[in-house]
């Protein structure tokens, strides 16, 4: 909210400069009445992004990850069993998945090759998409944040897809929010989707396509 002084209104977003200081927030007996209010950061969008990404799998002998940009996209295959999981740039939009079948299991990782401040920040929002062979099998795909580099845990993540995450089906596109109220500080996104094997598929039936088309951090 605004902040009301001698006359002068502050909005959240300004900077109050007392005695030649910018000050981030301002008390008045102790208590807290104004908190500056960064702008909304749009991280990634089709066509351009803040850095490059890396992405690829993690299991396998051919397991590790490429560096991918905007301008020189592409992505990396890995293959453990039969099972195979990619990640990359394709068509300006962060795609990562692969592909189920009969033996093996196998983790798709994306990572930003850049590390975002979210001091201020509430939420981070994805606009993602998924295009799935068989919707009823295999862990969700999910988007986070994380302290770590390419193939670690998130800090916090939010799932999308997958047997028992909602929403489900083949084909979905929309807009999933990670809070990020309780994760202050240098971070960089992190995508991924865990895949597995059963003896009913056959041989890379079960595809899995995930796209992020934005990436919007906001408070």
């Not at 200081?21 to 908190?35: C, H, I, P, R």
């Not at 939009?93 to 001091?119: A, H, P």
Request: glycine share 18%.
């Amino acid at each position: 909210m605004a902040l009301e002084l001698n006359g002068t209104s502050i909005p959240a977003s300004g900077v109050l400069q007392v005695n030649g200081t910018s000050l981030k927030e301002f008390k008045a007996n102790g208590v807290l009445v104004w908190t500056s209010t960064p702008d909304p950061i749009t991280i990634m969008k089709t066509g351009s992004s803040t850095g490059s990404w890396l992405g690829g799998g993690l299991h396998g002998g051919d397991a590790g990850y490429g560096t991918y940009s905007m301008a020189g996209q592409g992505y990396k295959n890995t293959t453990n069993g039969n099972i195979q999981a990619h990640g990359g740039i394709q068509n300006g939009n962060l795609w990562w998945g692969g592909q189920e079948s009969t033996v093996g299991y196998n983790e798709s990782r994306m990572c930003s090759n850049f590390t975002i401040d979210t001091k201020g920040f509430k939420y981070i929002q994805f606009t993602v998409e998924r295009d799935y062979g068989d919707p009823n099998s295999g862990g969700p795909a999910w988007c986070g944040i994380g302290t770590g580099g390419w193939g670690s845990s998130p800090n916090a993540k939010v799932n999308f897809g997958g047997a028992t995450e909602s929403p489900s089906g083949n084909q979905w596109s929309g807009v999933i929010t990670l809070n990020i109220s309780s994760y202050q500080g240098t971070y960089r996104i992190h995508l991924g989707q865990y895949l597995q094997g059963a003896t009913w598929k056959d041989p890379y039936k079960a595809w899995r396509n995930n796209y992020v088309k934005k990436i919007y951090m906001y408070a």
